[in-house]
């Protein structure tokens, strides 16, 4: 599992499957993100169909610890991106992980 998957990767296969320019599904993907960014930075919630949905949460200052030196320092308070898996994205992951166990 070493390998990573780019953006160019995804607009490459995306064009072929639907036999578009690679130009063209490269803008709409990069308008996309964008859009994505945007409405993340006015704070909405970005809902994905099928894959999940990315939201903007507050992390209150908290007390870090340097792992090398065992140091104490404090975390400014900051705003952080979070992933939330759907549940079609998190049954794949499952059936991946387990793939001889019947989901319940």
Known sequence: MDKT?????????AAEANKLARADVTAIGQRMF??????LAAGETVKLTGF???????????????PRTG?????AP???????????????LQQRSNPGKPRK
Do not use: D, K
């Open 5 to 13: 998957v780019t953006r160019a990767m995804l607009s490459e296969q």
């Open 34 to 39: 964008e859009l994505i960014g945007a409405a």
């Open 52 to 66: 999940g949905s990315l939201q903007v949460r507050s992390r209150a200052e908290r007390i870090g610890r340097n």
């Open 71 to 75: 140091e104490e320092h404090a975390i």
């Open 78 to 92: 900051h705003q952080a991106v979070i992933f939330i898996p759907g549940i079609r994205l998190r049954t794949a």
